[in-house]
């Protein structure tokens, strides 16, 4: 996947794989993504090319040194070389020996391009580039070939005559990239965007649309939300362990389930369950989080990979965190798209007659742009609380008087309905500091949240926007609809919780609207709930190095 920079000193003295030459000619911000902040997206043009090299990425034959046997012939695979001098390190597919001469053979998956030179120029810059490392190692290298799998086909490629001065001119270019606190600027309406893997994380259309209006409306580039879903492991006393390319659950030494880790996009965990430490393992290998809740399902931690360095992006977001002046606009996003939000819900929703309450909330939000200071929003925050949650009685459908709600209450919630709110938050809570991680964020650390022990700040921030579009909506659908009862709730000494078969109710009502899919009111195409908090998540990291001018909430109409 991609190379890290562990054991080297600076970006002066950096080694620059010889892939990244290549993607940095195809396009600088895809080499910077790729090779400082380790991003890696898998599409089925990478899957494609995995395959093609299987052969190839085995270790057979020995490139020996010229010095020694100067007229060795034979063929090695899967060969890395490396020039202190050049400023490189390849792994090469294949070297073909021959009577002092070495002839580098690249494998590609497509076929060769029409005209005089049969690759492209990234292919061009990478095959010279192992062409000007093995002249390193003494060998005479007359040319490079390619092997086309999707025709058969080899061909032969020629070093151009000023080899070295260009390869050294894209390595200073790398290096140079290396030192930005953020990635290059975005191709600019590029056919090449189509085909690269890492649009979702470059988001190029996105970003230029965003920024200051620059661009046009954004390209269908966005795959389809992943294929792979969270999976929520409920069952008291289980066991969950790994075999093979699966995680199995087990209870009371019987398999009651098994799911393909590549379906899972990350693993819920509630009370005591044991998690073997093999899993533990493969879900960091394979950047899969797993996050932790208590029995009563309270948002306990999570356990992630090291992950892309993403350290400047990161040192960003605690400056600005740390100063009041720098943090307001991003805290006072939050605020007014939250209220903004709940007052859409109601409309909606409510079958009283609330025009005033809606007036009220409309110039609370309009308040929010004016506040000062984060205390002030608070306060402002709080206001629309009381009369959103005063109204909320009036979305619900339900004739129970079990169901009855008198305001919002929590730790512990006294009442079913708050107690369906708090499981809801903290569902959202989850995927919103799946979101931050995923946008290279540390979720603890927030602009309007300030930061706490044991509460991760940053995504409380992206959950407000988030929280009546998603968990209000999931409650009042779940109880509109008769699928949480009475019999789905656990009573102690005054407090209220979900039971098991209440939580899992729950869950399936939150993951049907994540799922909905919508039409984002800033970018124009549809994308899930899910995706969206993501994206606003790879906003606000882009607003936080200042390539946006501003974060924008989320808000529906």
Known sequence: MTSTRDDRDSADTALVPVRILNEHVYCPRLAWLEWEAQAFVENADTAEGSDVHRRVDEQRGSLPLVDNDPNAAGTATSVTISSARLGLISKLDKVELGSGEAIPVETKKGAPRKGKVPVWEPELAQLTAQALLLREQGFEVPHAEVFFAESRMR???????????????????????????????????????????????????????????????????????????????????????????????????EEIGNRRMIDISHLAVFGNVTVSAAVVRACLEEDIPILWFTHGGWFSGYSIAHGGSWVARRQLQFGIAADPEQALPFATAFVEGKIRNQRTLLRRLSIAEIADELDQLKKLAKQARSCDRVAGLLGVEGAAARIYFQNLPSMLRSDDSQFDFNGRNRRPPNDPVNAMLSFAYALLLRDTTVAAIAAGLDPQVGFLHQPHFGRPSLALDLAEEFRPLIADSAVIMALNNGEVKERHFVRRGGAVSLNKRGRAAMIKSYERRVAVSATHPLFGYKTSYRRAMELQARQLASALEGDLDQYRALITR
């Not at 200051?212 to 795959?223: F, K, M, N, Q, Y």
């Open 155 to 253: 061909k032969e490629i020629q070093i151009p005559d000023d080899a070295e001065e260009w390869i050294s001119g894209l390595v200073a270019e790398v290096r140079s990239n290396v030192l930005r606190p953020s990635p290059p600027p975005p191709l600019l309406d590029d056919p090449k965007c189509g085909r690269c893997s890492l649009v979702t994380v470059c988001l190029p259309d996105e970003t230029n649309l965003l920024k200051s209006g620059e661009g046009t409306a954004p390209r269908r580039l966005i795959a389809g939300d992943s294929p792979a879903q969270p999976l929520y492991v409920n069952t008291p006393g289980a066991f969950l362990r790994k075999r093979s390319k699966r995680l199995v659950l087990e209870h009371e030494g």
